[in-house]
Nanobody, 123 residues
């Protein structure tokens, strides 16, 4: 499966943004799809994931209640809706896929990665 992340941009603190992770080659419903981010000078960190069944989601504590991950099987795309953005959300956001997995929060458990999309939140 090939993944293409998009939707990043420059926004102000408090704004919203929706990232998309479009898949090609295989159906995303076979995969848990996760979002990770990496800020300058920091390690890549887990943000959110949705299970391959589409009925289970997990979030990091830093984004819980502000971000929502969802899947559109018809468009073979996973979304990350980001509300109430903060300056500390500034990072490159990556989507990743892991076949037939549910609670996948570690980067090394994912087999396929998109190229990343930059989100910059001005304070």
């Amino acid at each position: 499966v090939q993944l293409q992340a998009s939707g990043g941009g420059l926004v102000q603190a408090g704004d919203s943004l929706r990232l998309s992770c479009a898949a090609s080659g295989r159906k995303l419903r076979r995969y848990a799809t996760g979002w990770f981010r990496q800020a300058p000078g920091k390690e890549r960190e887990f943000v959110a994931t949705i299970s391959w069944t589409g009925d289970t989601t997990y979030y990091s504590d830093s984004v819980k209640s502000r971000f929502t991950v969802s899947r559109d099987t018809a468009n073979n795309t996973v979304y990350l809706q980001m509300n109430s953005l903060k300056h500390e959300d500034t990072a490159i956001y990556y989507c990743a896929a892991a076949e037939f997995r549910t609670a996948v929060r570690r980067a090394h458990d994912y087999d396929y990665w998109g190229q990343g999309t930059l989100v910059t939140v001005s304070s």
